[in-house]
């Protein structure tokens, strides 16, 4: 079935720190792939996405996202995270065709230490 | 300022009752999506729509109804038949794969 894995629930980083968060995902081809941020009792918003082309992303927020073929992952990042990064993050995926049904996974929780 | 409005952002209902959550839009996309969030998962689809006066059910589409008069338009009917109401309802409209999600409402039935 196709799915996508966010191997991480939560994760805690001091601010100023590299971060790095893990997407995975399972297709027979390369899907369209984004991440989306969450704040605490809001709606999600667009950081970045992934069509074709350069496999490095750049998104809003200082947020970039490497994509690795071979690996099937697609994993965000952020050089120095700063303390208004503390939220949930989401990546997913949509296959091209028919209507856009976007598969999100499980989330990543980000905590920020000062 | 165009953007997604979802109301109300908290809701109410007590067991039994059928309750309907709004979901306007302004960016003259044609898709709209409604999404469940429980905690610890991610966004699940209940119903799209793609065009005016048609939509699909998502994956977990039991319980629920929506209507799709409107191109601005995509309420979603909470109804008794859906055993495990309370949960984040997510709006989203969308263009090509891209899709925008409003704020949310969060849903308490007891």
């Known amino acids: 079935a196709q799915s996508v894995t966010q191997p991480d629930i939560h994760i805690t980083v001091s601010e100023g720190a590299s971060l790095e968060l893990r997407c995975n995902y399972s297709?027979?081809?390369?899907?369209?792939l984004f991440w989306y941020v969450q704040s605490p009792g809001q709606g999600l918003q667009l950081l970045l996405k992934y069509f074709s082309g350069d496999t490095l992303v750049q998104g809003i927020k200082g947020f970039e996202a490497e994509f690795k073929r071979s690996q099937s992952s697609f994993n965000l990042r952020k050089p120095s995270v700063h303390w208004s990064d503390a939220a949930e993050y989401f990546c997913?995926?949509?296959?091209?065709?028919?209507?856009?049904?976007?598969?999100f996974g499980a989330g990543t929780r980000l905590a920020v230490h000062p | 300022d165009g953007g997604i409005t979802q109301s109300p952002k908290y809701l109410f209902r007590k067991e039994g009752q059928n309750v309907t959550l709004s979901c306007e839009q302004n960016?003259?996309?044609?898709?709209m999506y409604w999404y469940r969030q429980d905690p610890g998962q991610g966004l699940r689809l209940i119903y799209y729509?793609?065009?005016?006066?048609?939509?699909q059910k998502g994956d977990i589409a039991e319980g629920y109804s929506v209507s799709r008069e409107k191109k601005e338009s995509f309420p979603l009917t909470v109804t008794s038949a859906q055993k495990n109401p309370t949960a984040f309802y997510l709006c989203?409209?969308?263009?090509?794969?891209?899709?925008?999600f409003g704020p949310g409402t969060r849903l308490t039935v007891t």
């Open positions: 729509s793609q065009i005016v006066n048609d939509f």
């Open positions: 989203a409209s969308g263009t090509g794969s891209e899709q925008y």
């Open positions: 960016l003259n996309h044609d898709a």
């Open positions: 297709y027979g081809a390369t899907p369209y």
């Open positions: 997913a995926v949509v296959l091209s065709g028919g209507y856009n049904k976007l598969i």
